[in-house]
């Protein structure tokens, strides 16, 4: 599966299971609700920077938004 992919379903899943919207989302990283709807469809290459901020908004290690494999999520 594109990376992208990979990282737009665990964006989409943790942001969900944060109970947040993608709007409240994109102003805990500083970024448009657009945006975040971009990358949860898979249609950006983010940066390792907004990897970053994307993990500390929802509270997660950086590293589980790149996993593959949905077993291996908490």
Do not use: C
Request: charged fraction near 25%; hydrophobic fraction near 45%.
């Amino acid at each position: 599966m594109d990376i992208r992919q990979v990282f737009g379903d665990n964006l989409k899943h943790y942001r969900s299971l944060a109970g947040m919207s993608q709007a409240a989302l994109a102003v805990k990283m500083g970024v448009d609700r657009a945006h975040v709807s971009s990358m949860e469809r898979g249609q950006q290459n983010v940066t390792i920077i907004t990897l970053w901020h994307a993990a500390l908004a929802l509270e997660v290690e950086p590293d589980l938004l790149l996993k593959e494999d949905v077993s291996d999520r908490t």
